[in-house]
């Protein structure tokens, strides 16, 4: 692997499936897949036993079955996809990304990019979706929001509000007002 990569490429860690109350740590780095265990139980059989580990190199992971089965069970699948790709030596730099960063990103896209990359993976799918990503869309096509406006796309979502032709949008913003101004008298 490329030494421009850093020595810890994955590290997560995790609770076995119900009932079980067992810790889990996997540790993916440059040369190795590190997966430690600690048993945790008040069953009599279980209170002398000693935490565990699994030291495989990513070639040998790539064959113990058994090793990627607890993987996926504890972890999820989407994280042993993420680790059958590190240990091929396909890194997705993407994947390490926060989601406010990749929204950023996003954000500067056209809308129809944004459509096409919400079609690539479910976590994109996700983000394109956020109301974040669109409360920024929203900011930067208007000059100004009010915060009439302000109010209504979070009631209707910033997507929503964002696709609501402009007549529409006022005519809801007339409505909100007049609904306010019908219950002010009402409480004095």
Known sequence: MASWLPETLYETVGQGPAPSKDY?????????IIFRWWKISLRSEYRSA????????HEDFLD??????????IFGSRTLDYVFNLCRGRFDF???????LLLSIISYLDLEDV???SQTSHRFAKLCRS?????????????TITPDMRTLAED?????????N??????????RRQRRESQQPALL
């Open 64 to 73: 113990n079955s058994h090793l990627q089965v607890q993987v996926a069970l």
């Open 131 to 143: 109301d974040m990503l669109w409360e920024q869309i929203v900011q930067s096509a208007c000059d």
């Open 156 to 164: 209707m979502g910033w997507r929503q509000m964002f696709f609501t």
């Open 115 to 117: 459509a096409r990359l």
């Open 166 to 175: 402009k007549l529409q949008l006022q005519r809801q913003l007339r409505k």
């Open 50 to 57: 000693r935490p565990g580990e699994s030291k495989d190199t």
């Open 24 to 32: 889990y740590h996997l540790l993916v780095t440059r040369s190795q």
């Open 94 to 100: 993407l994947e390490r990304l926060s989601d406010t």
